[in-house]
């Protein structure tokens, strides 16, 4: 069996970004956190290859972090990471500079997945697939690391498993290696967690999870796991249309609308119950 370890993500900003909370005159509504888990002992979690990664986590626990989230539904509802989502007292969608709170959230046992049930409106959202696409295809993945849009190319190399910190409980993911990334460079890819990733035919298949510090590995959550949570709300009723990739340059240009739409954001965690 094949072991790697991967870094963790969000990018844990500490003092690096000021984040801007929205005032209210009156105590938001306190976070609220469901656990949907289709897990039972005559269903346990797939395993779809020999193949494991190891994703460590912060050895001091959770803290004040961000990551990325896409619109699925026009009326509010959005995908990102669980552990994006994890710990978390109060969390945020950028809106402008200003964290905008959010209060319902669905969080996934199954796959690093989350969904926001509250969030703000969106013009557009991102349409999705259970199909894991063929391996040997590209993907799409886009987010923001280090606070700034990036578009991340990759190829599919397969279905995997990882486990996260010291658990024992595996969770299936796809695993891609990176070919190409617009704006280029090697950093740290910590805050694309909870992008999406599309496949070729232009369906998100996928929420990024996890990656390598260097340049290689990219893990995102497996498209059946991601579908059964969204599913499981009950707050998704719009369908929209999937339009192939033509290649990296179109990914390109359909990323820039999308940041100008508002249909990807960044996503707060703030551990502290205090004032922003």
């Known amino acids: 069996m094949a072991r790697r370890s991967l870094g963790c993500l969000p990018l844990m900003l500490g003092g690096i970004l000021a984040l801007a909370w929205i005032g209210e005159v009156t105590r938001p509504t306190p976070l609220q956190v469901e656990v949907y888990d289709p897990r039972s002992p005559r269903r346990p979690m797939p395993q779809w290859s020999d193949e494991t990664f190891v994703i460590q986590d912060r050895l001091d626990g959770p803290a004040d972090s961000m990551g990325t989230a896409f619109a699925i539904d026009q009326d509010g509802v959005w995908l990102t ?10 969390i945020g969608i950028d809106e402008g500079g200003i964290a905008r709170p959010v ?3 669905v969080a996934s046992r199954e796959a690093d997945a989350a969904l926001v049930r509250d969030g703000m409106p969106s013009g557009h959202a991102l349409p999705l697939s259970d199909r894991m696409p063929p391996p040997g295809s590209a993907g799409f993945h886009m987010g923001f690391p280090a606070g700034r849009p990036t578009l991340v190319m990759s190829e599919l190399i397969g279905a995997a498993s990882a486990r996260r910190g010291r658990t024992e409980e595996t969770q299936p993911v796809l695993a891609w290696a990176e070919v190409g990334r617009l704006p280029e460079g090697d950093h740290t890819l910590s805050g694309i967690s909870g992008g999406p ?17 260097r340049r290689g590995r990219i893990l995102t959550t497996a498209p059946d796991a991601m579908i059964r949570l969204v599913q499981a709300s009950r707050a998704v009723n719009d369908r929209p249309v999937a339009y192939p990739f033509t290649g990296l340059a179109d990914a390109e240009v359909r990323f820039a609308s999308w940041l100008e739409q508002g249909v990807i954001r960044r996503i707060f965690c703030d551990v502290d119950d205090g004032p922003g």
């Open 103 to 105: 209060s319902r959230v």
């Open 197 to 213: 990733v599309f496949a070729e035919d232009g369906h998100v298949v996928g929420v990024n999870s996890a990656a390598t510090d």
């Open 81 to 90: 990471a669980e552990h994006v989502t994890h710990g978390c007292a109060r």
